[in-house]
């Protein structure tokens, strides 16, 4: 049975998450206004969120490992002090530099928090829980999504950039402070295997492990496009292609979110009781992703509010379904290599975020150039994440027959795990 300690360290530990992903997500609807403060173009601030989330993408097997090796609470406490002396960074930068430093620390930080999570929902949860607790996992972060949308809109406009980022700094430090403290690694001292093995053994078997790429191909695609759209180009794309105001923009992305949220228990509830679904749940979202961002990139502007809000909201919902890679990732792969296999489909998402982000903001940049219509150049720029999302989409359903299929270690038959 599940014990009220194990809801509450876990609870501990993704109220860090959220804090990791409002960071994260912070520029959806400050984006305009860091360009007016840095002097940036739309490749500068491209270049902010892949330069957080190359070194989220990069650290994400390290911090798997070390989820594995020295336990989630020493983990979680580096990332939470790395994000608030990010955040304080860059709340008070005027200059370019000073801010990219901070979200580099920022994205360094955030590398640390979500594998970490999953790593405390696997020493204190039964396995048959931890495709719910896993999307429970992704709506908390949602909620910190959902306040780096509107409400950060608000602070930015009532207080100003300063205030807002030095007071998310000072929340983070605080939590960080409380995570030191009274976090646990599990139940008891056994909870936490030490893999014997070096991690580059763990690391080329959780890679050989053809369910543990059907689910970095189930993060990329899913996550990776719901990531592109809410970190950065979803504000500009729906001022100047879809004809919004600012503060219309930030409800749209908060649409988006909400579809995140909301959708993230019904498809973990769904996996926890029936495993069997995972598979195909993924792959019709990898189809609405698609379906999805071909109509933002098609259909002219401005789509009415009733359409547009539909179709965002689905963007979202299909983001959430990629909570279920972490699922898909852990019962692929033995014990021992639960952190690894993460961090590997942790990379998928954020890759595709950080090669999108940036080729769209260039394409963008080079269409106004050549005197291409803006929201026609908006849009077009949006074929980038749409060709990832097809290739992404192709190469999960080549694996779909792998999705939660323990492959043997080292030798032998494969075996379903649930």
């Known amino acids: 049975m599940t014990t009220a300690r194990a809801w509450s360290m876990w609870g ?7 804090t990791a992903l409002f960071h994260r997500m912070s520029l959806s609807v400050a984006g305009l206004t860091a360009q007016e403060r840095f002097a940036i173009d739309a490749t500068g601030l491209a270049v902010f969120s892949v330069v957080q989330l190359v070194l989220y993408a990069v650290l994400q097997v390290p911090a798997g490992a070390a989820a594995d090796r020295f336990g989630p609470r020493k983990s979680l406490a580096l990332g939470m002090a790395l994000m608030a002396a990010g955040s304080i960074v860059f709340a008070v930068a005027t200059a370019y530099p000073a801010a990219m430093a901070g979200r580099a620390l920022i994205g360094a930080g955030d590398a640390f928090l979500f594998v970490n999570v999953l790593r405390l929902a696997h020493n204190w949860f039964p396995g048959h829980r931890y495709a719910l607790v896993a ?41 960080l402070v409380a995570a030191a403290l009274a976090l646990r690694d599990g139940p008891s001292a056994a909870a936490r295997t030490v893999p014997e093995e070096p991690l580059r053994v763990s690391l080329r078997h959780a890679w050989r492990n053809r369910g543990t790429r059907h689910a970095m191909w189930t993060h990329f695609t899913l996550m990776g496009a719901f990531v592109t759209f809410t970190a950065v180009l979803g504000q500009p794309y729906l001022v100047h292609a879809q004809g919004r105001t600012p503060a219309a923009a930030g409800a749209l992305l908060t649409v988006v979110v909400a579809g995140f949220v909301l959708f993230g228990t019904v498809a973990g509830q769904l996996a926890s009781r029936r495993p069997g679904v995972r598979g195909p749940l993924v792959a019709s979202a990898a189809v609405v992703t698609v379906l999805c961002w071909a109509v933002l990139i098609v259909v002219p502007g401005p789509v009415p509010t009733p359409v547009l809000g539909p179709v965002l909201f689905l963007v979202g919902a ?16 033995h014990g021992h290599q639960a952190g690894v296999a993460s961090g590997v489909a942790n990379m998928g998402g954020f890759t595709f975020a950080v090669v999108a982000e940036l080729a769209a903001g260039l394409l963008l940049d ?13 849009r077009l720029s949006f074929l980038v994440a749409l060709a990832m999302a097809l290739t992404g989409t192709a190469r999960l359903l080549m694996l779909h027959r792998h999705a939660g299929v323990r492959s043997p270690h080292p030798g032998g038959v494969p075996e379903p795990a649930a």
């Open 366 to 378: 080079e269409l106004l150039r050549h005197g291409v219509d803006g929201p026609l150049a908006y």
């Open 135 to 175: 999307a429970l996992t992704g709506m908390i972060g949602g909620l910190g999504q959902l306040i780096a949308t509107a409400p950060l809109a608000a602070l930015l406009t009532g207080f100003g950039w300063t205030p807002a980022f030095l007071a998310a700094g000072v929340i983070t430090a605080v939590l």
């Open 318 to 333: 299909a983001g959430a379904v990629s909570m279920l890679a972490f699922d898909l990732a852990r019962s692929a792969n």
């Open 12 to 18: 501990l530990g993704a109220l860090c998450y959220l």
